[in-house]
């Protein structure tokens, strides 16, 4: 199935998009203006991704709610921004980008307004949901919008300020959070970033072009639209549930079912139709195949990590809010002192560095498991661990995501691009539910506690944590096996060989 067709169209979008401002387009800094805006929505999404992690122990206290429950504020985000991308991404193609980009940045500082409002966590939970579907329409837009207006000559310097504002947000958010919680409230965790969302709003509409290469194919997969949603919700049901249903109930089961069934006919479904959300052609690399999985699974570990973590240190520990934000900093802030230089190392032998990260990533959780003591004599050694798990990882994800990318055919690069935004947010809320429902499980069979951190014997949470550690290094083994699969006809073609004999 080939891609969607995109070309010139002389009329204007769907929807009327407001021109920018002449006198700023003519400025030579111009196209660094808008790689700003693109840049201010992929910090404050990170910002919000990772400010959440270090505040769950706290909403569990305030909303006196189970450990599964609160775990949804976070997972509902990530779930919801995955299901919606490739649909926002395929009618941005159709209609334009630059109202969505402007709803969006408006839409998720509304929403994380009311976030901060919400009189209880069901309502939060609700508001989460409309912030995930609402980043969305930024994830879908921002990297296609940063990459025309850049050009060629400037792309690469424009993605490096991307990701560069990506890891700044990542790094920020524990430590603000600390921050926030610990001199303010929970509310004001999810109230930050309105102030970013406005000025995104407002420097969108000042800034962004308008949409000029849109698709010549006005067909829109609705089918494939109401099975992934619902699909994606099932599965991630069933993970998150485990300890909370029991794994051989039938919610479990039954959501389960409902998972494998959905997604099998989202794959039939995506088979016949003409303009699919996802282009399954990819999935005929193997090398594309398993770095998706491998992309998921790294995010699924770092944001593991955080759950465990922020519990760890909150409730085992007995650390403050601000301490245990700043400690909790070192992941993001490891993994992007490292991840640059990793780019460079993995050109020349990226199966190597790749590997070298996940094992130093499996060395690391397995020392942290060690390190859980609860003694503050041992706070060094947690810190060592979390600074050489962010490394790890660091040394992985960058070349696995160029990687992946270049096993794609070079006619499907925004779908593959797509495809991993999708993948990296459903790897995240895989993370925090997996870790979950372990975490309740290994706690509950210690204490006899249900779905309850608080009020929990130090050691037996520390010792779950470190159990979500195992579980950790279990993502980073089928991660390393994952990216090892190979094209044997591509790699045969560039070491000059009969395909029969490459290996």
Same mark, same amino acid.
């Given at each position: 199935?080939?891609?969607?067709?995109?070309k010139?169209?002389?009329?204007?979008?769907?929807?009327?998009?407001?021109?920018?401002?002449?006198?700023?387009?003519?400025?030579?800094?111009?196209?660094w203006?808008?790689?700003?805006?693109?840049?201010?929505?992929?910090?404050?999404?990170?910002?919000? /991704?990772?400010?959440?992690?270090? !505040?769950?122990?706290?909403?569990? *206290?305030a909303?006196?709610?189970? +450990? #599964?429950?609160? @775990? $949804?504020?976070?997972?509902?985000?990530?779930?919801?921004?995955?299901?919606?991308?490739?649909?926002?991404?395929?009618?941005?193609?159709?209609?334009?980008?630059?109202?969505?980009?402007?709803?969006?940045?408006?839409?998720?500082?509304?929403?994380?307004?009311l976030?901060?409002?919400?009189?209880?966590?069901?309502?939060?939970?609700?508001?989460?949901?409309?912030?995930?579907?609402?980043?969305?329409?930024?994830?879908?837009?921002?990297?296609?919008?940063?990459?025309?207006?850049?050009?060629?000559?400037?792309?690469?310097?424009?993605?490096?300020?991307? /990701?560069?504002?990506?890891?700044i !947000?990542?790094?920020?958010?524990? *430590?603000?959070g600390?921050?926030? +919680? #610990?001199?303010? @409230? $929970?509310?004001?965790?999810?109230?930050?970033?309105?102030?970013f969302?406005?000025?995104?709003?407002?420097?969108?509409?000042?800034?962004?072009?308008?949409?000029?290469?849109?698709?010549?194919?006005?067909?829109?997969?609705?089918?494939?639209?109401?099975?992934?949603?619902?699909?994606?919700?099932?599965?991630?049901?069933?993970?998150?549930?485990?300890?909370?249903?029991?794994?051989?109930?039938?919610?479990?089961?039954?959501?389960?079912?409902?998972?494998?069934?959905?997604?099998?006919?989202?794959?039939?479904?995506?088979r016949?139709?003409?303009?699919?959300?996802?282009?399954?052609?990819?999935?005929?690399?193997?090398?594309?195949?398993?770095?998706?999985?491998?992309?998921?699974?790294s995010?699924?570990?770092?944001?593991?990590?955080?759950?465990?973590?922020?519990?760890?240190?909150?409730?085992?520990?007995?650390?403050?809010?601000?301490?245990?934000?700043?400690?909790?900093?070192?992941?993001?802030?490891?993994?992007?002192?490292?991840?640059?230089?990793?780019?460079?190392?993995?050109?020349?032998?990226?199966?190597?560095?790749?590997?070298?990260?996940?094992?130093?990533?499996?060395?690391?959780?397995?020392?942290?498991?060690?390190?859980?003591?609860?003694?503050?004599?041992?706070?060094?050694?947690?810190?060592?661990?979390?600074?050489?798990?962010?490394?790890?990882?660091?040394?992985?994800?960058?070349?696995?995501?160029?990687?992946?990318l270049?096993?794609?055919?070079?006619?499907?690069?925004?779908?593959?691009?797509?495809?991993?935004n999708?993948?990296?947010?459903?790897?995240?809320a895989?993370?925090?539910?997996?870790?979950?429902?372990l975490?309740?499980?290994?706690?509950?069979?210690?204490?006899?506690?249900?779905?309850s951190?608080?009020?929990?014997?130090?050691?037996?949470?520390?010792?779950?944590?470190?159990?979500?550690?195992?579980?950790?290094?279990?993502?980073?083994?089928?991660?390393?096996?994952?990216?090892?699969?190979?094209?044997?006809?591509?790699?045969?073609?560039?070491?000059?060989?009969?395909?029969?004999?490459?290996?």
């Open positions: 199935m080939s891609a969607h067709p995109i010139e169209r002389s009329h204007r979008p769907f929807l009327s998009e407001p021109p920018p401002v002449r006198s700023l387009t003519e400025l030579g800094a111009y196209p203006l808008v790689v700003g805006v693109a840049c201010l929505g992929a910090f404050a999404g990170q910002v919000d /991704a990772s400010i959440v992690q270090l !505040g769950l122990p706290n909403l569990e *206290a909303f006196d709610r189970s +450990l #599964n429950a609160v @775990s $949804w504020v976070a997972v509902a985000y990530s779930l919801s921004f995955a299901a919606v991308l490739p649909i926002y991404a395929r009618l941005a193609e159709m209609a334009g980008r630059k109202l969505m980009y402007i709803f969006g940045f408006a839409l998720f500082g509304l929403f994380s307004a976030c901060g409002l919400a009189p209880n966590l069901t309502w939060l939970i609700a508001f989460r949901v409309m912030q995930g579907v609402s980043g969305a329409l930024l994830g879908a837009n921002s990297v296609v919008i940063l990459v025309a207006v850049a050009g060629p000559a400037r792309r690469a310097r424009a993605m490096g300020w991307f /990701a560069a504002a990506q890891a !947000g990542v790094c920020a958010g524990p *430590a603000l600390g921050l926030l +919680l #610990n001199t303010l @409230s $929970w509310h004001w965790i999810f109230w930050v970033t309105v102030p969302a406005a000025l995104g709003a407002m420097l969108g509409w000042l800034l962004v072009p308008v949409s000029t290469r849109l698709s010549g194919d006005m067909s829109f997969d609705w089918g494939g639209a109401l099975l992934l949603v619902p699909g994606l919700t099932a599965l991630m049901l069933a993970i998150s549930k485990l300890n909370a249903w029991g794994a051989l109930s039938f919610g479990v089961l039954g959501c389960g079912a409902t998972a494998v069934l959905l997604v099998v006919v989202f794959i039939w479904q995506e016949r139709t003409k303009a699919p959300l996802i282009e399954l052609g990819l999935f005929r690399s193997r090398a594309f195949s398993g770095g998706t999985v491998a992309v998921m699974l995010y699924a570990m770092l944001y593991a990590m955080f759950f465990a973590t922020s519990f760890a240190l909150i409730r085992g520990y007995q650390e403050t809010l601000l301490t245990a934000g700043f400690h909790l900093a070192l992941v993001p802030v490891a993994l992007g002192v490292v991840a640059p230089f990793s780019g460079a190392a993995a050109e020349l032998r990226p199966r190597h560095v790749m590997l070298s990260g996940l094992v130093l990533s499996v060395g690391a959780v397995i020392w942290l498991r060690w390190s859980f003591t609860g003694n503050s004599n041992s706070m060094l050694c947690v810190m060592a661990g979390l600074v050489a798990f962010g490394a790890g990882l660091g040394l992985f994800i960058a070349p696995n995501n160029s990687a992946t270049t096993a794609a055919p070079a006619d499907h690069a925004g779908q593959a691009g797509g495809l991993l999708l993948l990296r947010a459903f790897g995240t895989t993370g925090v539910a997996s870790a979950s429902a975490l309740a499980w290994r706690l509950e069979r210690a204490t006899g506690l249900h779905e951190t608080v009020g929990a014997d130090e050691r037996a949470l520390l010792d779950a944590a470190g159990d979500v550690m195992l579980l950790i290094a279990a993502f980073a083994v089928i991660a390393a096996i994952a990216c090892s699969l190979r094209d044997r006809v591509r790699e045969a073609k560039v070491l000059g060989e009969p395909a029969s004999k490459a290996t």
